[in-house]
């Protein structure tokens, strides 16, 4: 069995709903492949040595969060850039990219995704009507001691996790990648712990001074998740093969 691009596009078009963000790069198709796609591989960015793994495994379309064109970078097609569309083209592979609808999606998206990873049950948006802000929030039955929350991310994880902070945590807020930024949103809410991918010098003032617990699990880690879980609703839905690749990161 099998699908055509056009319907992969329109399946991932409807369930990530692209048209209500508005992000920093194109989402969708950003290069073009083959019509006849059989074997979709996802991953967390488009990186060459992704593309390579991809081309590997026979695959027709790959789909990632992080893809190309950026709205600060170079639109030169040069250099890594160049190489990278060039392995697509030359091998008429798709390339699909969700940034922020990949993070907001409520099932399927990477903070609901990390959310049930750390077992909060009721995760969801901060502020469902704010889709600029992708923080989710959630609550622990009881509050658990910050090291032993840290621990279970980092089993779950399989990466050791930056931890500020002693207090008990039982209200979470997070954002998976580079959301240390929403560190202020998160202390507004109430949260016990921030938990995201990154950290700046700042954060760790931020968090001292508002009395905040913060938890940096690294950006690709919370980000591995998402993906995963759209290529497998894509595998059902349309009757294809789906493999997720995880090139290692330790960012």
Not at 78 to 105: C, E, M, Q, T
Not at 235 to 248: C, M, N, P, T, Y
Request: net charge negative; aromatic share 8%.
């Amino acid at each position: 069995m099998g699908c055509t691009r056009q319907q992969l596009t329109a399946f991932l078009d409807d369930l990530l709903e692209p048209h209500r963000f508005r992000d920093y790069c194109p989402n969708g198709l950003q290069v073009e492949g083959r019509s006849d796609i059989g074997h979709l591989v996802t991953g967390v960015t488009a990186s060459q040595a992704l593309i390579d793994a991809a081309l590997e495994r026979g695959a027709d379309a790959i789909l990632v969060h992080h893809g190309y064109f950026w709205r600060s970078e170079d639109p030169c097609i040069v250099g890594i850039k160049a190489r990278r569309i060039r392995s697509l083209i030359a091998n008429d592979v798709n390339l699909f990219a969700y940034h922020l609808p990949l993070d907001w999606h409520a099932q399927l998206g990477n903070n609901a995704t990390l959310g049930r990873l750390m077992g909060l049950e009721d995760a969801q948006p901060m502020d469902p009507s704010d889709t600029d802000t992708p923080i989710f929030v959630g609550h622990f039955p009881a509050p658990v001691p910050i090291s032993q929350f840290a621990q279970v991310l980092q089993e779950r994880l399989a990466r050791e996790p930056m931890v500020i902070g002693e207090q008990a945590v039982s209200s979470v807020a997070w954002c998976t990648g580079a959301g240390q930024g929403y560190i202020d949103a998160a202390a507004d809410w109430g949260a016990d712990v921030f938990v995201t991918g990154e950290v700046s010098e700042q954060t760790v003032h931020i968090a001292r001074e508002r009395g905040i617990g913060f938890i940096a699990a690294g950006h690709h880690a919370t980000e591995r998740y998402g993906v995963q879980a759209v290529g497998e609703r894509v595998a059902d839905g349309l009757g294809i093969s789906h493999e997720f690749i995880d090139v290692a990161n330790p960012a």
